[in-house]
Structure formats: C-alpha cells, structure tokens
C-alpha cells in the first residue's frame, strides 16, 4: 500500500541534490527491476534480439560510467518468497516499508505471512525505514538498523498538522514545512517517507523543502481531478485493500463539502478474508458524512453495501462502472466530492471517473488507459 506514491516521492524529493534514476509505472518485479537502472522498457519475452539489444545498451551505459548517483526502485509481491529473490542481484543502501496491511490474502492467508514477506527485504537492506502507524511493532522488533516514520504515533520521523500546516521534524529538528490544505493522509505518509530517506542522505531542510514542492500528483492514487458542476473528484482508481480504503474514506470525511459521495469498488485478491473485510468497509462508513454510497462488484455489492445500509447511508449497488458515472452525472452537487476507489478486474473504477469529468482531456490522466487496457474493459463492460 503506498509503494508507487512513495517511491515518485522519494525520487521527486532526492532530485533536488542527486542525480535520480526511477521509473513511474510498475516495473516492481525480478525481470523489470533491472530495467529501471537503464531506463529500459520490457521487449516481449518471444524476441531475443530484443533482450540481447537491452544487454548491449545495458553494457554501455556501465562502460561510460554510470550517469546516476541515486536509483530508487519499487519491489513488488503477490505471494511468500517473492521479495527474498531479488537478494540474486540486489543490494540496496535503504529500503522503505510503507506498511504491513492485509493484501494478497488468497496467497498469503494470513498477516503474519504478509509481514514476512514485507520484512525480508531487511536482509537486502543496510537500513530499514517503515511506516510506525501502519506497520505492528511486533514486526519490527529484531529489524537491524531501523528507523521509522510516522503521523499517529511517536518516531525516528513525525509529522505534526495544525491549522493547515505541516511540520515534518526529526530529534527536534524541522525538515520541512507544508500546507496541508489539499493533502490527504496517503500523501502525507508519502511526503514524509520521502523527507525522512532525503534527510538520511544528507540533503538540507532547503533542499527537502524544494525536493517536495516538486512532488507531482500520481495516476489513480488521490488525485484531484475537476468533476461536472464544479465538483472535486479523488481518483483512487488504481487499486484498493481494506487499510487503503478506510484512509481513503478517513480523509474524505476531514473535507468540507456540501455532498460527499463515496463510490466503492471491489477489494480483490483477500481470500477467505474478503466477506469480512468488505463488512469492516461497510460498517466504515459513515452516514453523517456520506451523502451517498455507490458499490461496484460482487463481494462489494453483497457485504459492503449491506453493512453500510445497516449503519444508516444510502446505497446504491451497480456492476458496470460506466452505468455509475451516468447515475451521478445528473444529481452532483456544486463543489461535490466524490472518493472514486477500487480494485482493478471486475471493477475498473477509473471509467466511472471518465464519465464524471469536466474536461474530457484528463482522461489522459486516468489508469489503465492504453488500447490493451480499453479493449479489455470494451470486453468486461457495455455502456
């Protein structure tokens, strides 16, 4: 959870002293992370010259010394074992653990094996910076070289909010100062892992503060987009696990809006754990701050939208994304929001956000909107 904001955090706010080497898509896993290093697309796994192209190029750049100074990559995982292979080929100066939260779940079963599997990145790292309010204590303890970072609870790295500003501080020193104002919480957790790893490699309060300012919003994680009637849409499209949503939600509830309208997709991927994960969803949400609740999916629409009904919101159950962005064109409010968030197969929440647009140019900043991605929607869905 958190993982691709973080890491254009990371590289945004590590560009303002370093030369910076990243990649803003999903090259999280052992064939694509080495791609990042030289800036490399994947060639299709059928085409040999292509790879032995990548090898040369690859070469090339190592033999007319290596332009950058920082790489930061994102490591990916859907099951047990996965993070323990990248140590075939990588040593990593600092690894950030952005949380331990249930996700996976069909794979994993249980948290204790998620947080694992998260952890066993420590054994490729010199040092381990983690999320204090979203990792358990008791999956830290033993972490050699440790440090932490949080906004709940005390650590190596805090950030304290009042009256719309934002201090980040560490052994009572400040970092860095911020307006809140249209910050959300994961954003926060973003800037602060991101001011915590910039102050580790040296860069001045200056720097981290100009390091953030620089920090661009991210494709499907909170992102503010204009909505119809002057309304306020946060995507949330990419992806969607119980702790992400209940942030989500968290945060929507701080906002100010005479229309709070939350669109709820399904969570996938949790196993046995789905019934009751989407009911601790349900029973989430709040009727003195929701105008209206929208779910999208199976186990979305059979055990969250009941759970909320029972707590007192009205809900509305759909199965194509595209039949709700048509359902709330007609009654958003001026300065509505609208907290858009779901999984990707079966929901692909991002095409209700299209439908709701003030400008249909932002589709360009929506997920999963290549030719591939639209033709599998075209097939999943009919308008």
């Not at 309060?205 to 204009?226: C, N, Q, S, T, Y």
Request: net charge neutral.
């Amino acid at each position: 959870m958190g993982k691709t904001s973080t890491k254009l955090a990371l590289a945004s706010t590590l560009a303002a002293k370093f030369k910076v080497r990243h990649q803003e898509g999903n090259y999280n896993d052992l064939v694509t992370v080495p791609l990042v290093f030289f800036g490399e697309t994947t060639p299709s796994l059928f085409n040999p010259l292509a790879w032995l192209g990548v090898f040369w190029r690859n070469q090339k750049q190592i033999n007319n010394n290596y332009p950058y100074e920082i790489v930061v990559l994102e490591l990916g995982t859907d099951g047990p074992g996965q993070i323990s292979r990248f140590s075939s080929y990588l040593k990593l100066e600092m690894a950030v653990v952005t949380a331990i939260t249930p996700e996976h779940m069909e794979f994993f079963g249980t948290l204790d094996a998620v947080a694992k599997e998260e952890m066993a990145v420590s054994n490729l790292s010199t040092i381990v910076l983690a999320n204090k309010d979203l990792c358990d204590e008791k999956y830290l303890t033993g972490v050699y070289d440790l440090l932490t970072y949080g906004v709940e609870r005390a650590a190596d790295y805090r950030l304290t909010t009042k009256a719309g500003k934002a201090i980040i501080t560490t052994e009572q020193t400040e970092l860095a100062e911020l307006d809140t104002t249209e910050k959300t919480d994961p954003e926060l957790y973003s800037i602060l892992a991101a001011a915590s790893v910039a102050h580790k490699f040296g860069l001045r309060a200056d720097e981290i503060e100009k390091g953030i300012e620089a920090i661009k919003p991210v494709p499907g994680r909170m992102r503010r987009l204009k909505g119809v009637n002057k309304s306020i849409i946060i995507d949330e499209t990419y992806n969607a696990s119980p702790d992400a949503v209940k942030m989500a939600l968290a945060s929507l509830y701080k906002m100010d809006s005479p229309q709070k309208i939350a669109v709820l997709g399904n969570m996938n991927e949790l196993g046995a754990s789905s019934e009751e994960e989407h009911r601790r969803i349900g029973e989430f949400c709040d009727p003195k701050q929701l105008s209206l609740v929208l779910t999208l999916g199976p186990d979305a629409n059979k055990y969250l939208a009941p759970a909320a009904e029972a707590k007192g919101c009205k809900v509305i159950t759909f199965d194509n994304p595209y039949t709700i962005g048509d359902y709330l064109k007609p009654i958003i409010k001026p300065k509505a929001i609208i907290l858009i968030k779901g999984s990707q197969n079966r929901v692909f929440a991002e095409e209700a956000v299209k439908v709701l647009l003030a400008n249909s140019k932002d589709e360009s900043k929506l997920v999963r909107q290549s030719p591939q991605w639209l033709r599998t929607k075209e097939k999943a869905f009919k308008r």
